[in-house]
């Protein structure tokens, strides 16, 4: 069974980095599609990019100067980079294997 | 980008009542995603290229639409429907959802 687990500080500061990490058990990352969305308070959902299978990565255009997805295939994780994060950055950040399965979440605080 | 409208954002429904969610796009996509979510879990796939039910989602769900226009439909509503559901289009780039219906029980 595909499992993914989210891990990563709950607070950042407005202008550091968000650096949020992806676990995955039960499936390899070096097969389809593994993504990042977002859940802001209010219930808005955003999906901020994927790594694919080969490793090649796709944006929202919204982000797209702030963010990097990368990987780690001999630990099966992927990670995100968001850079330069302000306090519109709260969220819930998941990670799934695009689209069927998805984390539990784990929620992020910009905060000073 | 295309932007999805769903309607209502909130609606209450009795046990037995059928319920329909609309997610309208605002340019043509080819096929619509739901999900559900319920408070504290993460959103569960729930339908599939705009009809094709997920595995273990009951068959009083369903699916339609084309265009636009989508709608995912409960034929007799029950107790554990009550949830926050999702449209989402990944036919056009970036991919984007809707702003959910929160569907309680009355």
């Keep these: 069974e595909v499992q993914l687990q989210e891990s990563g500080p709950g607070l950042v500061k407005p202008s550091q980095s968000l ?11 070096t097969s389809n599609y593994w993504g990042w969305i977002r859940k802001f308070p209010g219930n808005k959902m955003e999906w901020m990019g994927y790594i694919s299978y080969s490793g090649s990565t796709s944006y929202n255009p919204s982000l797209k100067s702030r963010i990097s997805i990368t990987r780690d295939t001999s630990k099966n994780q992927f990670f995100l980079q968001l850079n330069s994060v302000t306090t519109e950055d709260t969220a819930t950040y998941y990670c799934a294997r695009w689209i069927a399965y998805w984390g539990q979440g784990v929620m992020v605080t910009v905060s000073s | 980008e295309i932007v999805l409208t769903q309607s209502p954002t909130t ?27 319920k408070s504290g879990t993460s959103p569960k796939p729930w339908i599939y290229d705009t009809s094709k039910l997920a595995s273990g989602v009951p068959d009083r769900f369903s699916g339609s639409g084309s265009g636009t226009s989508y709608s995912l439909t409960i034929s007799s509503m029950e107790a554990e ?20 219906t929160k569907l309680e029980l009355k």
């Design chain 2, 81 to 100: 429907d009550a949830a926050t559901y999702y449209c989402l289009q990944r036919s056009s780039y970036p991919p984007t959802f809707g702003g959910g």
């Design chain 2, 11 to 37: 609606m209450a429904a009795s046990p037995g009542e059928k319920v329909t969610i609309t997610c309208r796009a605002s340019s043509s996509v080819s096929y619509m995603h739901w999900f559900q979510q």
């Design chain 1, 19 to 29: 650096s949020l990490t992806c676990s995955v058990t039960g499936y390899s990352i």
